[in-house]
């Protein structure tokens, strides 16, 4: 859906995720949110804090799951996505409501884990053990990306420890400082085959420097590994949130 500018979608998009999250938990059911981190949903999250301010319920069945995380940054790093998600949404969340704790209902890769496939390995079974993700929000790069999954990559990809594209580390670098020397050259991330099993997919797009890669996805009869996000072409159950300059307007 096209919405006239960014934080109307942001609004839009925080007021149905909380929907579908209070309906679960309302009903003593968990519910597990993918999350990202970059520019696209910061608002998302702005307005789900703020809609969290109200509710009377238990968050005991509410469980979050990152994409990716750099490689090497410690969770302390005010770089690192665990530092993010903190400032953006677990602690905010945890501040108002006793019942989410921050260190056990949330699951990320550890930037600096000692044995890189045995932390893959622990974050998919972590996230198989949780029951799998119910609704995976996801920003989109400019060269197609979703999570750390850059073009190449195949379609039935697990989580794995990857090389950044030089674009994304271009975009990335205004992050850190304008360096690009500052930008660590790896990630973890979900996999392709692990983000298109989650049972619903929102993807926020907004600013016109989305608008191209967008419309050659909507040009495609078919997923490409040249361009990741392709692969949502085959996913049952996707939302597109982009606003009128992503959407070329
Ligand atoms: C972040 C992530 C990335 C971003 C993408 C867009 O966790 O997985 O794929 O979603 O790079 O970033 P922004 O939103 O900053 O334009």
Request: hydrophobic share 35%; aromatic share 10%; net charge negative.
């Amino acid at each position: 859906m096209v919405f006239p500018d960014y934080d109307t979608l942001s609004r839009h998009a925080a007021s149905e995720i909380f929907l579908k999250i209070t309906r679960k938990l309302n009903a003593n059911q968990k519910f597990v949110l993918g999350m990202a981190t970059g520019n696209s949903p910061i608002g998302l999250y702005k307005n789900l804090i703020e809609l969290f301010k109200d509710y009377q319920g238990s968050l005991s069945g509410f469980h979050t799951v990152n994409l990716d995380e750099y490689f090497k940054l410690p969770r302390e790093s005010k770089d690192s996505y665990y530092y993010y998600m903190t400032q953006h949404f677990w602690k905010p969340l945890a501040d108002m409501h006793e019942s989410f704790n921050l260190y056990t209902q949330t699951i990320i890769p550890d930037g600096v884990a000692e044995i890189p496939e045995a932390e893959c390995k622990r974050y998919e079974e972590a996230i198989k053990e949780i029951g799998g993700v119910d609704v995976q929000i996801l920003g989109i790069g400019t060269n197609g990306h979703i999570g750390f999954n850059e073009p190449g990559t195949k379609g039935n990809s697990r989580t794995s420890l990857v090389e950044l594209a030089e674009e994304t580390i271009e975009v990335n670098k205004a992050h850190f400082g304008g360096d690009p020397d500052l930008v660590p050259r790896q990630a973890y991330t979900m996999g392709i085959g692990t983000i298109m099993e989650a049972k619903e997919i929102v993807l926020i797009a907004s600013g016109k420097s989305k608008a191209p890669i967008l419309q050659e996805i909507k040009d495609l009869k078919k997923p490409t590994e040249d361009i990741p996000a392709s692969f949502l072409l085959e996913h049952p159950h996707v939302e597109y949130f982009v606003d009128e300059a992503a959407a070329g307007k």
